[in-house]
């Protein structure tokens, strides 16, 4: 692809991304949401200093657990199509076979992945939430609120507003990417990946932040290769943008980066399959 190409395909993927969290920033928020519940109703019949102290076995993330593992599974088959289809259309040399056949094969790889990270990806966001609560608590404390008025200030907070649209972006990043690398891959044709960054103010950028995304935009490698991301306390590998089995927070949440394939031809300008 040229680089007019490749720009045309990173608007579609920022358009099917922001079609995925009208979507999924909701349910999230929802889910985000229960697992407040038990504090709200713990506070409301005992002590502000006593919900501070049990907080951590109030919480409940059952709801958010399944509500990521749903958008992983959707999301990430949706995205292998819609690269393997892309894919077909850019090269029709590719032996064609019926992308939903691929489903099931797909869904496994995404649920051993999530039985692998995903109770870790719970386990922070949970631990999340408590310093959340543990802030608002402390809040009520010092501003001496009875614990009605802790309550309401619970429920009145906007910070779950805010957070379901950071983890909705960093989790359908991470699922689109994932599911983008499966359906290259189903092609059975030798692929390199590019990186391709928004590259505007709020994009990542040494020395100012702790990772640079700027000097990322356009660098490829093979599709089993890694991506080099220069940090400013050290470099991380990476598979794709929003790897969550090897990047670190400050690597992937609210990263606006996308991943995209091209086929590699040889001397005489075939198509190389694998």
Same mark, same amino acid.
């Given at each position: 692809?040229?680089?007019?190409?490749?720009n045309?395909?990173?608007r579609?993927?920022?358009?099917?991304?922001a079609? $995925?969290e009208?979507?999924?920033?909701? !349910?999230?928020?929802e889910?985000?949401?229960a697992?407040?519940?038990?504090?709200?109703?713990?506070i409301?019949?005992?002590?502000?200093?006593a919900?501070? #102290?049990?907080?951590?076995?109030?919480?409940?993330?059952?709801?958010?657990?399944?509500?990521?593992? &749903?958008?992983w599974?959707r999301?990430?088959?949706?995205?292998?199509?819609?690269?393997?289809?892309?894919?077909?259309?850019? $090269?029709?040399?590719?032996l064609?076979?019926?992308?939903?056949?691929?489903?099931?094969?797909? !869904?496994?790889?995404?649920?051993?992945?999530?039985?692998?990270?995903?109770?870790?990806?719970? #386990?922070?966001?949970?631990?999340?939430?408590?310093?959340?609560?543990? !802030?608002?608590?402390?809040?009520?404390l010092?501003a001496?609120?009875?614990?009605? @008025?802790?309550?309401?200030?619970? /429920?009145?907070?906007?910070?779950?507003?805010?957070?379901?649209?950071?983890?909705?972006?960093? @989790?359908?990043?991470?699922?689109?990417s994932m599911?983008?690398?499966?359906?290259?891959?189903?092609?059975?044709?030798?692929?390199?990946?590019?990186?391709?960054s928004? !590259?505007? &103010?709020?994009?990542?950028?040494?020395?100012?932040d702790?990772f640079?995304h700027?000097?990322?935009?356009?660098v490829?490698?093979?599709?089993?290769?890694?991506?080099?991301? #220069?940090?400013?306390?050290?470099? @991380?590998?990476m598979? $794709?943008?929003?790897?969550? /089995?090897?990047?670190?927070?400050?690597?992937?949440?609210?990263c606006?980066?996308?991943?995209?394939h @091209?086929?590699t031809?040889?001397?005489?300008?075939?198509l190389i399959?694998?």
């Open positions: 692809m040229n680089r007019q190409q490749q045309a395909r990173f579609q993927l920022q358009r099917q991304q079609k $995925y009208k979507i999924w920033q909701p !349910r999230i928020k889910a985000l949401d697992s407040f519940k038990p504090i709200l109703a713990f409301k019949d005992n002590t502000i200093e919900t501070m #102290a049990l907080a951590p076995s109030l919480l409940n993330a059952d709801q958010l657990k399944k509500v990521l593992n &749903n958008l599974i999301t990430g088959i949706a995205q292998a199509n819609d690269e393997y289809g892309f894919l077909i259309k850019t $090269y029709p040399e590719i064609q076979s019926k992308a939903f056949g691929f489903n099931q094969l797909w !869904r496994n790889i995404i649920q051993a992945f999530l039985d692998q990270f995903g109770a870790r990806k719970i #386990a922070q966001m949970a631990s999340t939430d408590q310093q959340i609560i543990n !802030r608002l608590l402390q809040q009520a010092d001496g609120y009875d614990t009605i @008025e802790a309550a309401k200030l619970i /429920e009145s907070s906007l910070v779950n507003t805010y957070r379901s649209r950071l983890i909705a972006r960093t @989790e359908l990043l991470g699922a689109s599911g983008a690398s499966l359906g290259a891959k189903k092609t059975g044709l030798a692929m390199n990946k590019t990186w391709l928004v !590259r505007r &103010n709020t994009t990542r950028r040494l020395p100012g702790q640079d700027w000097n990322m935009d356009g490829s490698v093979g599709i089993d290769e890694l991506f080099l991301v #220069a940090g400013k306390t050290g470099a @991380e590998f598979a $794709y943008p929003g790897d969550q /089995e090897r990047g670190s927070a400050g690597d992937i949440c609210n606006l980066c996308k991943v995209i @091209e086929a031809r040889d001397v005489s300008g075939r399959r694998i």
